[in-house]
């Protein structure tokens, strides 16, 4: 099923039904609630899902509606990847962690699952990506990119509006090896966008702030498996005060949950990988920079709600979403509904 495209709309669902099926598709990305207006509210929307390599291809048309991501939300999912979503009609006016932006028909916004979100959007229409973490990240320079914005009025936004349509249109006849080098050319396309574009509200965080967090996650990065990485190291390495790196780090919970989550996620694929069945846990918990075993098994279990020894055996179904977006759009598979001749 995964390979398969599926689809899903309240129009074939009872209508005394169709909110709380809009809620439950919609819940492992945000809490949604339909705009109140005169003589009621409901929920109204539809959706095509498609695994496609690595990422996942979201085309949605939608009501008005508002979506709330907070902390709880984000831990309980375990998404923590971005969503590139071309606004192909409407509006979306939001709180991306503390900073306000809007989007309008024609731009392009980029929302991070790992961080906190409040939004409306108006009656529309958008064809979306979702990408992992690490490429993106990479090809930024680890600049924050929750909330950015890339305008309808630059051309390098209509090459990338054409090129994520044409990657819904195309997806059903690409192969798996072609589909990781389109997304390397989407990942670069982006970063070519945003390096360029000026931060959410223009006032996100500083320009030195900017660049102190890019060195550092770059530091963090080729450093992430030493066990004397942390707070301290990098305030002495950098030589900046305690309270700058948490500010800088803040949208995150924080530099040493930065690392924490890192380290995990790396360890994470270790564990998955057959090429280290032969290691131990304790051997895979030291070689990603814990300190002991029971503190990798604690923090695994925290982060993706399900045990070490799970992971290895394939049985965490519900919380390995991060990792592996084809649990996400299996989510979407429970609630696929027959598609009308005329959709």
């Not at 979702?130 to 630059?154: C, F, I, M, Q």
């Not at 390096?195 to 963090?220: F, M, N």
């Not at 993706?304 to 598979?333: Q, Y």
């Amino acid at each position: 099923m995964a390979s398969e495209e599926v689809f899903l709309s309240t129009e074939q669902i009872e209508p005394a039904l169709r909110d709380q099926y809009w809620r439950d598709v919609t819940q492992p990305i945000a809490d949604t609630t339909a705009v109140a207006r005169r003589g009621g509210a409901r929920l109204a929307g539809t959706l095509v899902s498609r695994m496609f390599g690595e990422m996942l291809l979201l085309r949605a048309s939608f009501n008005a509606q508002e979506y709330r991501r907070d902390r709880r939300m984000i831990e309980q999912s375990s998404l923590d990847q971005y969503i590139v979503q071309f606004v192909q009609a409407g509006s979306l006016v939001g709180n991306f962690a503390g900073i306000d932006a809007q989007a309008h028909a024609g731009d392009i916004v980029v929302v991070d699952l790992g961080q906190s979100l409040s939004s409306r959007v108006d009656e529309g229409a958008s064809f979306a990506v979702v990408v992992p973490r690490a490429e993106l990240e990479r090809a930024t320079g680890g600049r924050n990119l929750h909330g950015e914005v890339l305008s309808a009025n630059k051309g390098i936004t209509h090459l990338l509006a054409d090129y994520l349509v044409g990657m819904h249109r195309v997806a059903a006849h690409v192969s798996a090896p072609q589909a990781i080098v389109v997304q390397d050319a989407l990942v670069m396309l982006l970063a070519a966008g945003l390096l360029g574009a000026p931060h959410a509200g223009g006032e996100r965080i500083s320009t030195q702030s900017d660049a102190l967090r890019r060195r550092v996650v770059q530091y963090i990065t080729h450093h992430l498996t030493d066990h004397d990485l942390g707070p301290e190291s990098l305030i002495a390495h950098f030589r900046i005060s305690r309270a700058h790196l948490y500010r800088v780090f803040e949208a995150n919970g924080g530099v040493a949950r930065f690392i924490r989550d890192h380290r995990l996620d790396l360890a994470y694929r270790a564990l998955v990988d057959p090429r280290s069945s032969g290691q131990s846990i304790k051997e895979i918990a030291l070689r990603h920079g814990f300190s002991s075993k029971d503190r990798f098994m604690h923090a695994v279990r925290q982060r993706f709600g399900v045990t070490v020894r799970e992971i290895r055996m394939g049985d965490s179904k519900r919380k390995t979403i991060a990792h592996d977006l084809s649990c996400l759009h299996g989510h979407f598979a429970r609630y696929a509904v027959p598609r009308k001749l005329s959709a």
